[in-house]
């Protein structure tokens, strides 16, 4: 595993024009931000985020890529689904979404929770993932996270998978709420104002939050697929694994046993919301990588 510090001098683009649409993909509607033109790349973020989470990233992506950043399942302006908030169904969205945008194939790159539908998605179909990146997550109960899990996990995920409780507490408090895994994920220097704010308004009001903490309340049956779909196959695509605080090279330890093409990094002085607290040490390793 390597070690990158943030680069000496920052990668720089100008910010393209994002154009914003809703497609009708596997049986929702995806909200979903596109730029640029080339081969695709898909972008799935996680929890509390949207398709802003990429920000500072779509313009170095999109000189040469055609970017394609939704929000998830239930997530910003996407459909607030009843159910299907587990890997496998995920993975179904992002592929409906390729269909729909008319893209045969595309490099997949997924953090948090946009990780394990990713890999699932390159596990299943490898046809349709030229590259994966997945950074900052677990992968289900794959062995390898043993010395990361030894103290329990993290505190939020129990309080979010009790039906019902998170959001009745927590409706009307959204803001302090969502700051908290801001400035942690960031390791205290916190997000600009207009990306909190826009997480913050995607993030409130009681069916909102459902559809967030469903994501927590889904882990089981997405390990249980996670699990399921090691037994049947082979990670066969290239794939880069990269790892911050406080995941670290637990991410990295599950993938080794399953993949044929792993590269592992991990970013230095980098919180969890790798994207937009060290940018510029993310599109060092990204962009040679998408390339190859």
Known sequence: MSSVPPPTAPLRAPAPPVEERRIRANGIEINVALCGEGPAVLLLHGFPHTWRLWTDLLGPLAAHHRV???DLRGLGASSRAPGGYEAGTLAA?????LDALGESSAAVVGIDAGAP????????RPGRVRRLVLMESLLGRLPGAEEFLAPG??????????????ETVLEGNEGPYLDFFLDAGTLGEGVRPEIRDAFVSAYTGRESLRCAFAYYRALPESARQIQQAVGAGRLTVPVMAIGAEPVGPALGRQLEPVADDLTVHRIEDCGHLVPLHRPEALLTLLLPFLGR
Do not use: N, Q, T
Request: hydrophobic share 65%.
């Open 153 to 166: 996990p993290p505190w939020w995920f129990g309080f979010h998978a009790v039906p019902g409780l998170a």
């Open 68 to 70: 394609i950043a939704p």
């Open 93 to 97: 969205d992002a592929e409906a979404l």
């Open 117 to 124: 539908p990713a890999f699932l998605l390159a596990l299943r």
